[in-house]
């Protein structure tokens, strides 16, 4: 028998990066990250390992950190998407008597801001989540706004279920050294324009032509020179299809670099097995 | 004699854009808000009044709350710019021996992040470079990573300068109930797209076939629903030019929602006067 793929995420322990990771590969030794960059420098450095970072949340848009670690890293690939939506719970020590603050994220604290002000809790900002249910299990003044796995995890009681103010959902990459073009719908590529008026119109014009639907196109400012940015795009279709080959060969004769990452399909993780 | 404007902006005092205010505008009524909402929220409710808010820095990228608020509150324009190079000084309490600690908020500690790790100081994260300098003024073993301007008023000493990896620059945008439009060489504006295939290349052709320069185009993703988007651009030329006018012509045909934000000078904040 083989030994466990290892899987590198952002953590710390029971991070909603992590959750993913768990139910995306069932079998698998896990190695906890502090940063982002830091999982593009793990997997780049195994050729055998793969990563599991977020690229994008339906609220609060896309993550720059995993953008500009796919822009860096070109021998890096995305294998595979996960989307997962985010439950957010509030939770206590079980010997807790009175909630008066809330800890979380800043994110979640801002996705929670309506429940936070109608139960009027004051509110202390932690790097993570995960990080919240470890304060929560320790002071038992203190709620947590967390995962239910990393309640489950630091031993709290659930006091609420879905406290975000709206649904949202975080899309996940599989990062590897090779992607999964065979019957993949979406692919994703990173570009650089030349220095001319009209480029951006020229690079769409591409995938306009040939018939290829853009889901997502953001910038990102590059630090070589000031006001200038690179382009992330996500499009439907793989790689191997023929007018995404067209449309990308035409691409590559009206930009500066055109990095395919990689053409992958995607997973609803809610629907996999529980952790 | 008339009472002074009163001006809008981010705090904490001394904060880099309390400071951009300060050197925007000579004679002003300086009011501080906690969050870039409330710098929109209150330019809304007194049209006498304008606000100052980051919109951009050239390593980091847009401001995603300014471009949420420019999208939200459509009676709000950018009647001015204002571009600010951001020096980061390391600065002490006088009576310090020896620093073993550094202060500052998130970006300016990856900012200054080599000038850190050759030093082997200890990192303290806090929300503004101005509420280091005021941690540094009360403990002696910790310095603060923050503007000249903050180091001055918090009585701390300068120890060095330039302690950022690379130089940056922010643009800040002059918030107003109008915007000025005469002799103006750049203008923003917000769309929103049909949900057609080829919707953000038809919208682009608009500005390719009147010869209109696109400086910066991002998106942001629509709260309303999942996976959808809408645009923020930056485009050379005045709204009152006969082709940039041509082009938002075309552009309203071909979109669901335009929304032109201004047409606006552009300032640079350090030659400006000294505050």
């Known amino acids: 028998m083989g030994s466990a793929l290892r899987v590198h995420v952002l953590g710390p322990s029971w991070s909603f990066s992590h959750e993913a990771a768990l139910k995306l590969f069932e079998k698998a030794e896990i190695s906890l990250n502090r940063t982002i960059s830091e999982v593009f420098r793990s997997v780049a450095s195994d050729e055998q390992s793969v990563g599991v970072v977020p690229i994008e949340n339906s609220l609060q848009g896309p993550v720059n950190e995993t953008v500009d670690g796919l822009a860096e890293y070109e021998q890096i690939f995305v294998k595979e998407e996960g989307v997962m939506k985010v439950n957010l719970v509030l939770a206590k020590n079980p010997k807790s008597e009175k909630l008066t603050h809330i800890a979380s994220n800043p994110y979640a604290l801002s996705q929670a801001s309506s429940f936070i002000a109608k139960n009027k809790f004051e509110v202390i900002s932690v790097p993570s989540t ?146």
């Open 130 to 275: 995960s990080q919240a249910a470890e304060v929560a299990a320790r002071e038992s003044e203190v709620g947590a706004i967390c995962s239910e796995l990393a309640a489950r995890h630091y031993g709290l009681e659930i006091v609420a279920r879905h406290v975000e103010d709206r649904e949202s959902y975080t899309r996940f990459f599989v990062l590897a050294h090779s992607d999964s073009p065979i019957g993949a719908k979406k692919s994703t590529l990173i570009m650089n324009l030349e220095h001319k008026p009209g480029a951006l119109f020229r690079a769409l014009e591409a995938f306009a032509k040939n018939d290829v639907n853009l889901l997502m196109i953001y910038s990102r400012p590059l630090r070589s020179s000031r006001w200038e940015y690179y382009f992330y795009l996500d499009f439907e279709g793989s790689r191997i299809e023929h007018k995404v080959n067209k449309a990308l060969e035409e691409l590559t004769r009206v930009t500066q670099r055109v990095l395919v990452k990689g053409s992958y399909s995607s997973k609803n993780i809610n629907e996999l097995f529980k952790t």
